[in-house]
């Protein structure tokens, strides 16, 4: 078996012997550029003489592992390393057998006892420097991962420790267990600034103040933030003066009154307009904290509202008119009684109405066959005719709301920040902390579902998930840039040249590549092509190093 320190890592025997480099060369040069590993083992002590493998470097190996993009859980690591050039990836000494579950666990612990959110804060904020990341703006989320197990539903929480319990299921799974996770991300990378594991059933409202009232400060001064956007949870007298004079924008609730009566108030003149866009500006106080709002109309957020309107009035036409059926079948004994069904039958009709609307009478015979000529009737019975028409003011009325939305924000000087900085950064920008949910719950990323041991090791563990997200979205970041920066392009999935490829498809580019290992002396690496070797040398050479020859 080759030794420690040879350029092949861990082989068998054989003369000749491969390992699958892949695209984990990328993410082992991006974890190495942002100093992870050194600054996780400068911050957590430990007894480096009695690891095999520093907590940093466990750390740097999950990282390796949730990127893998494997279908195996983040936490499965054993068998990942296995035929991968773990020496390479990792450093001298390291091999695959010592990526055990025990080394996972200890590194979790460890983690835990220092604390995931301590932790994450200054490896952002290192990362974010070395980047060159101007962080002006950041987005706040929070999505949730069920859970397999009990945890500690049925207990009181440890201070400090997450209560895995069921609660609001962004995975339409309101009956598992789960864990929140919010982030604050930087709009320029989707670089998550700050992370915070949370209780299954904590909401939005309160979740969003409490991280903001901690680490505003910090926001500020470790990373020069100096907006905070988020959805409407954010939007509540409680938060925005806990903000006090830091800027933010958020989405109005619908459910404001005053809201509500300004669209209806401006929607009109704002759906004549032929633009994709629309939008009024208007001063207002809410909370005792002056803003300014604006009312926005979005063509295609009206296309989608029409869209589902028209399923819902079909829906509901559909039963109306098989509820006026039955009624229409039913003999009333008196007109009193057929006038009060009819009453009740319209007060229940919300998208639509009745029109031409009657009583009629008909004589109801007593015995079979044809009455005679001259046969009185034994009973006047009385039937509700009519027919039923859409009500085309209520579909204005619910079109108007879906159509328009309202931006607000406390930032009052239109030169620092324009009415269209305020609706892109709310709108375009918000959904890089969205696409990096949509990243972690990824089925190939398999950060959907946990199982540990331990809530603390979940909380851990997510903090290493978002760190997965950072380094992610940190490679993703550099490629395009230096693209952008020296002019070049790189071939998209059409192969049609881009500057803007996504880290995912650069990921599958590179795959196929591998170290082949001669007489466990010379490492040579395979498959590069010119294309591959172009993205190396213009991310630097600590990356076109980790696929060198060597030996």
Not at 82 to 87: F, H
Not at 425 to 447: H, I, M, N, Y
């Amino acid at each position: 078996m080759t030794t420690s320190g040879t350029p092949c890592g861990t082989v068998s025997a054989e003369t000749y012997a491969s390992s699958a480099l892949d695209h984990l060369g990328l993410v082992s040069g991006m974890v190495d550029e942002l100093g992870l590993v050194g600054l996780i083992d400068s911050l957590i002590v430990q007894d480096h003489e009695q690891r095999h493998v520093s907590v940093g470097q466990a750390v740097k190996a999950m990282i390796l592992n949730g990127l893998g993009f494997v279908n195996r859980a983040l936490y499965l690591m054993p068998h990942f390393f296995k035929d991968k050039p773990v020496e390479r990836l990792l450093g001298p000494g390291i091999t695959a057998e010592q990526l055990n579950d025990d080394t996972q666990g200890r590194a979790l612990d460890a983690i835990d006892e220092y604390g995931a959110e301590r932790l994450y804060a200054p490896l952002a904020a290192q990362s974010v420097q070395r980047l060159g990341l101007a962080c002006r703006i950041g987005h706040l989320d929070s999505t949730s991962f069920h859970t397999d197990g009990r945890y500690n539903r049925d207990d009181t929480p440890a201070a400090g420790v997450v209560q895995i319990t069921q609660g609001y299921s962004r995975d339409h799974r309101p009956d598992l267990n789960q864990v929140v996770l919010q982030l604050i991300s930087e709009n320029q990378a989707g670089i998550p600034l700050l992370m915070a594991p949370l209780s299954g059933n904590r909401s939005d409202q309160t979740t969003f103040r409490d991280p903001l009232e901690a680490h505003i400060q910090q926001l500020k001064s470790g990373f020069g933030l100096r907006y905070i956007v988020a959805d409407s949870a954010l939007y509540n007298e409680e938060t925005l003066q806990t903000l006090g004079e830091f800027g933010w924008i958020s989405r109005v609730p619908e459910t404001i009154r005053s809201a509500r009566e300004i669209i209806l108030a401006v929607a009109d003149e704002l759906m004549a307009s032929a633009d994709e866009q629309a939008y009024r500006a208007l001063g207002t106080i809410y909370g005792g904290i002056r803003q300014r709002w604006l009312v926005v109309y979005s063509r295609s957020a009206r296309q989608r509202a029409e869209k589902t309107l028209q399923r819902q009035h079909l829906k509901q036409g559909s039963a109306d008119l098989k509820a006026l059926g039955l009624l229409s079948q039913q003999a009333l004994a008196c007109e009193s009684d057929a006038q009060a069904a009819l009453d009740a039958f319209a007060q229940r009709l919300t998208l639509t109405t009745l029109s031409e609307s009657r009583i009629v009478q008909r004589p109801h015979y007593s015995g079979k066959g044809r009455p005679g000529k001259h046969q009185a009737p034994a009973a006047i019975h009385y039937y509700i005719e009519g027919q039923l028409a859409s009500r085309i003011d209520v579909h204005t009325r619910k079109l108007q709301p879906k159509s328009c939305f309202i931006v607000a924000t406390n930032e009052l000087n239109e030169a620092a920040l324009s009415h269209e900085q305020v609706i892109d950064t709310s709108t375009q920008d918000q959904q890089k902390v969205e696409r990096g949910f949509r990243f972690l719950k990824d089925p190939l990323f398999r950060a959907s579902t946990l199982f540990l041991k331990s809530p603390q090791r979940i909380m851990a563990l997510m903090m290493v998930m978002t760190l997965c997200l950072l380094v992610y979205g940190a490679l993703e970041y550099r490629i395009r840039h230096s693209l952008q920066q020296h002019q070049r392009t790189f071939p998209n999935q059409h192969g049609q040249a881009s500057d803007r490829p996504t880290a995912r498809w650069v990921f599958q580019f590179f795959s196929g590549i591998h170290v082949l290992c001669v007489a466990q002396v010379q490492a040579i690496v395979l498959n590069l092509n010119e294309h591959h070797r172009a993205i190396l040398s213009l991310l630097g050479d600590r990356y076109v190093a980790l696929y060198a020859n060597s030996g």
